[in-house]
């Protein structure tokens, strides 16, 4: 593809523990097929580089789905980005979001975004949802998480066709799920009120900060503790938590516990490339008659 024939395109994510960043990172490896390039733009408090989509063609937005919604922390972030000029109004913007289910309350989380997305001068040009394992509640089974990986993958690939091919599906709202999703958003409100009740565990602590570095809201400091009369550094969590569970999932030795979360916590990243590279591993779960539960999922692998 020669320079001229090549779009720009940028992509907003926010992403906790990486599954959203993940399938971004799929979409950038697609793209370029359909001459267009992708710059991503992980979300964080930090907003001195946001990138402006005025110097872009083509835009995405990409949350994973927090109790049916888009976290609140990620419309603020939307509610930043700079309005497009006459010039660019009417630029499509693709909307992608990961979850662990693909059950209907799940449909209407994008609604606020599109709202505010068209006051900017975009035009909401799809609403992909695609699936990740989750990062709370409990571990899926590897051949889920495969399967979901894969999948993911096949649906980064279409969404690249349709943004080379300028296909706009203009996203579409059950007024009863949409009425549903903001009576959920007493998440956000749990999210403030779950902060400060985050905790590392002393004696599993390392002090290593990875949670400090990591966390999108800049909502942990390390603190000197006196640790039954030793002094340890240890993490401090504030009241700017998104419960993105970045904190919990990503801590090398499984020391922080996220409040009243804690009986559902999770703990330990998802290594994709172990997983594809293990044959052992089915990458059909949802068809196996052992799936359980994940045989509710059929429908979506079906139908998408
Ligand atoms: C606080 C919280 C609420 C969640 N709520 C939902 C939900 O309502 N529906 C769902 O299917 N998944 C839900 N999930 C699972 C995430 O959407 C899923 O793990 C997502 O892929 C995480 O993306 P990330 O790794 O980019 O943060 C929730 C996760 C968290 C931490």
Not at 150 to 168: C, F, N, Q, S
Not at 195 to 221: E, F, M, W, Y
Not at 278 to 299: C, G, H, M, Q, V
Request: glycine share 6%; hydrophobic share 40%.
């Amino acid at each position: 593809m020669d320079e001229q024939n090549t779009k720009k395109a940028i992509a907003y994510i926010f992403s906790g523990t990486g599954n959203t960043l993940t399938a971004g990172k799929m979409l950038q490896r697609s793209l370029p097929e359909y001459g267009i390039s992708l710059d991503i733009y992980r979300i964080t408090v930090d907003l001195e580089d946001l990138p402006d989509p005025n110097d872009y063609d083509i835009a995405f937005f990409a949350y994973p789905i927090h109790a049916f919604n888009s976290p609140q922390f990620f419309l603020h972030f939307v509610k930043h980005v700079p309005a497009l000029h006459a010039d660019k109004s009417g630029m499509p913007a693709y909307i992608f979001k990961t979850s662990g289910e693909p059950f209907r309350p799940n449909n209407a989380s994008s609604y606020s975004l599109c709202r505010i997305l068209r006051k900017k001068g975009f035009l909401p040009a799809s609403d992909m949802h695609m699936l990740m394992p989750y990062n709370i509640m409990f571990r899926y089974p590897d051949a889920m998480a495969k399967q979901m990986y894969i999948h993911t993958r096949h649906m980064a690939e279409v969404l690249a066709e349709k943004a080379g091919e300028d296909l706009i599906e203009k996203p579409s709202f059950n007024p009863v799920t949409v009425i549903w999703a903001y009576l959920l958003r007493l998440q956000w409100f749990g999210a403030w009120v779950n902060g400060p009740l985050i905790k590392a565990k002393a004696d599993q602590c390392t002090g290593c900060g990875k949670c400090v570095r990591s966390c999108p809201t800049h909502n942990i400091s390390m603190v000197q503790k006196n640790v039954h009369g030793e002094v340890k550094i240890l993490p401090k969590f504030g009241g700017k938590c998104t419960m993105c569970m970045c904190c919990t999932m990503d801590c090398p030795t499984g020391a922080v516990n996220p409040g009243f979360l804690t009986p559902w916590k999770v703990n330990g990243e998802w290594d994709f490339e172990k997983l594809m590279a293990d044959d052992s591993i089915p990458d059909n779960w949802t068809d196996n008659e052992n799936a359980k539960y994940f045989k509710l999922f059929r429908k979506y692998y079906r139908n998408n």
